[in-house]
């Protein structure tokens, strides 16, 4: 069974980053992030997040140190201001990690650039 222990109301469309911790949800993964796009251009079909939804898997991220969560937060966080997985930071998704719960200068960039 899956229970959910969310921030606001899981069907509002007010919001811009919803977060919930939730138990059989992430199918084992510490965090999953989705987004319902809408379009900007129906010629070039570009689209754009609107609302980003972050889900932590209480199954993983319970037994997880402060360091570990942080890092979970950063790097679901990170998707949903448009960055994808990578070699920098909290957005790495091998097991070389570590800790690190910082974007770095490089996704930092990438954001600047984006807003």
């Known amino acids: 069974m899956t229970s959910f222990h969310g921030i606001g ?6 919001y811009d980053v919803y977060v919930e911790k939730c138990y059989g949800c992430t199918y084992g993964y510490a ?12 010629s070039t079909g570009n689209k754009v ?22 890092q979970v937060a950063c790097h679901e966080v990170g998707h949903s201001v ?6 920098y930071e909290c957005m790495r998704t091998d097991s070389n990690t570590g800790n690190s719960h910082h974007l770095g200068s490089h996704n930092e ?4 650039g984006y807003y």
């Open 9 to 14: 109301v899981s069907d509002s469309t007010d």
């Open 31 to 42: 965090g999953l992030h989705d987004c319902r796009w809408i379009s900007t251009s129906s």
């Open 49 to 70: 997040c609107k609302h980003s939804h972050i889900w932590f898997g209480g199954e993983v991220t319970d037994s997880y140190t402060a360091a570990q969560n942080q």
């Open 82 to 87: 448009g960055l994808m997985h990578g070699a």
């Open 109 to 112: 960039g990438h954001i600047n």
